[in-house]
């Protein structure tokens, strides 16, 4: 799978948009962008994930360049809540079989909703 | 929320002594993991099952099996627990049937500490 590279901190004021950067310039075609989060001591979450047309759902959106090789995830209007830890993987997506689709997460991006 | 739950939540065992920790879908997935998370290493895969009674070894499997008797329930096991294996461990499913993306849910986390 891809490597990926995230900023390991941001900071954003509540109510504005939130934009987390990741950088995967060696994607392959049949690689797909995934979005988790983890808050403090919970399992992570799954946010989004997309393959090449931007997709919107009702966590957030995420924005692939027309290169692939980095994508945006933007949630629109950042709370308290949303402070977490996010993380941008790159992996094929299962396909069956014994195929078993490996998470592989980095460090992530700590991003700090601040009142 | 995807039905996870995982048993016990937290425990506190001796170096030496056998521990299972029980993973269990209300979900009817296919593929299940179990992961540890530790500062500094992220989420590292332990194993993984793609059915009932198949199983294979994830990146850190040294110490732990695993069995899958039935659809549900992905049990992990340290046969002789050792304070390498405090961490939090985490339960994952996915593969939704109709679904081609086979995102991870993942369960709350067993905090196990072994002295």
């Known amino acids: 799978d891809a490597k990926t590279t995230q900023p390991p901190s941001m900071d954003c004021a509540e109510g504005r948009a939130a934009n987390l950067p990741c950088n995967h310039s060696?994607?392959?075609?049949?690689?797909?962008v995934y979005w988790y989060r983890q808050i403090h001591s919970q399992g992570p979450q799954y946010i989004i994930h997309?393959?090449?047309n931007n997709e919107t759902n009702e966590m957030a959106s995420l924005i692939i360049t027309e290169d692939r090789k980095s994508s945006t995830l933007i949630l629109p209007h950042a709370t308290l809540r949303d402070t977490a830890v996010y993380y941008c993987?790159?992996?094929?997506?299962?396909?069956?079989?014994?195929?078993?689709?490996?998470?592989?997460f980095g460090q992530g991006t700590i991003l700090t909703v601040h009142p | 929320d995807a039905g996870i739950t995982q048993s016990p939540r937290h425990k506190v065992t001796e170096t030496g002594t056998p521990v299972t920790l029980r993973c269990h879908q209300t979900?009817?997935?296919?593929?299940m993991y179990w992961y540890r998370q530790d500062p500094g290493h992220g989420l590292r895969l332990i194993h993984y099952?793609?059915?009932?009674?198949?199983?294979d070894k994830g990146e850190v499997s040294d110490g732990y099996s695993v069995s899958r008797s039935k659809t549900e329930d992905f049990l992990l096991t340290l046969e002789s627990a050792t304070s390498s294996q405090t961490s939090v461990y985490f339960c994952?499913?996915?593969?939704?049937?109709?679904?081609?993306?086979?995102?991870?849910?993942f369960g709350p986390g067993t905090r196990l500490t072994v002295t």
């Open positions: 994952a499913i996915s593969g939704t049937s109709g679904r081609t993306s086979y995102e991870q849910y």
């Open positions: 060696t994607i392959s075609g049949n690689e797909y």
């Open positions: 997309g393959l090449k």
């Open positions: 993987i790159v992996r094929v997506a299962a396909a069956g079989g014994t195929s078993y689709g490996k998470l592989t």
């Open positions: 979900e009817n997935h296919r593929y």
């Open positions: 099952s793609y059915g009932v009674k198949d199983t």
